[in-house]
């Protein structure tokens, strides 16, 4: 018997990649499904693109971890209803595996409180890619000698959020390792909005558009000299070893980590 593990927005693009990787994985057991909107009802194999499990899509998340016993959830759901979720998954006692973006740094100590009351842990991240997570150390890193820089984000158009969870978490990222960063001026700006977002001082801009993933530009400058680290995730199965290792981890953790980056030796 494996870890028993329910997937909350399971019908979505990323829960039903979800499902399918947990399947495969034999350390694993899919226990549950919840979605909104449509499925309800539907056996949640044959929503993922697989043979039939005989487990329906439920509408219900508390209900659904009272029901199947899971000791671990996994979240791909929407920003608007995320953090409700992870108050359902912590007072039904189950840990969480949470992947929806719409949670920064600052609800973490309320996160960590709900957690520690419950007696359960989570793992939060606003990217599972390892690339992704490599990208922020490297970025780290180059912060320190260039504190000029700005980040350009590009996702699909069905995204309803901006910016990307893991432009914040760079911007934050860079902001602390470079001591401060300051946006060049710009005295005129003839169309509204033009320069970007402006997060920590670093500006960012969000590109949607149809064919794109989750692409991430940082670009740092310097006298004379520029340095431009770019993280693409073609496909949503570059999440998948991520999240995987953190359903894995998250039941021996004691507490709530924010971040791929703080379950990988880097
Ligand atoms: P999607 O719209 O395809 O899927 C979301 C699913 O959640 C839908 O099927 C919907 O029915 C369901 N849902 C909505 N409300 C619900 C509720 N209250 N309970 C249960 N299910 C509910 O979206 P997506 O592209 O799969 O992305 C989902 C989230 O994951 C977004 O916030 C996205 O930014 C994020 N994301 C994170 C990563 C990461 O690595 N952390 C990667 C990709 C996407």
Redesign the pocket.
Same mark, same amino acid.
Not at 75 to 82: E, G, I, K, L, Q
């Given at each position: 018997m494996g870890i028993r593990v329910l997937v909350? +927005?399971?019908?979505?693009?990323? +829960?039903r990649e979800v499902v399918k990787g947990i399947l495969a994985d034999p350390e694993l057991e899919l226990v549950g499904a919840? +979605?909104?909107?449509?499925?309800i009802g539907q056996d949640i194999g044959v929503l993922a693109g697989r043979e039939p499990l005989g487990l329906a899509l439920e509408?219900d998340?508390g209900e659904a971890i009272a029901r199947s016993g899971a000791e671990v959830v996994v /979240?791909?759901?929407?920003?608007?209803?995320?953090k409700?979720?992870l108050e359902t998954i912590a007072k039904q006692r189950a840990h969480a595996v949470? +992947?929806?973006?719409?949670i920064t740094e600052a609800d973490i100590p309320a996160i960590a409180a709900l957690y520690r009351e419950h007696g359960v842990s989570a793992v939060i991240?606003?990217?599972? !890619?390892v690339g !992704?997570v490599l990208l922020l150390k490297f970025a780290a890193q180059a912060a320190r000698f260039f504190p000029q820089v700005e980040i350009i984000e590009t996702?699909?158009d069905?995204?309803? /959020?901006a910016p990307?969870?893991?432009a914040i978490k760079y911007a934050e990222a860079i902001a602390r390792a470079a001591g401060g960063c300051t946006p060049a001026p710009t005295k005129v700006e003839k169309v509204a909005g033009v320069r970007g977002g402006e997060l920590k001082g670093i500006k960012i801009h969000s590109l949607r558009l149809p064919g794109f993933v989750?692409h991430h530009t940082i670009i740092f400058g310097g006298l004379g000299q520029s340095l431009t680290l770019k993280h693409d995730?073609i496909s949503?199965e570059s999440?998948i070893p991520?999240?995987i290792l953190a359903v894995k981890r998250v039941p021996r953790l004691n507490g709530v980590v924010y971040g791929l980056e703080n379950l990988l030796e880097l």
């Open positions: 909350s +927005g399971a019908n979505g693009r990323m +829960g919840v +979605g909104r909107q449509s499925g509408p998340l /979240d791909f759901t929407r920003p608007a209803v995320v409700e979720n949470i +992947g929806t973006t719409g991240a606003p990217n599972f !890619a !992704a996702h699909h069905q995204k309803l /959020d990307s969870g893991t989750a995730s949503r999440f991520g999240v």
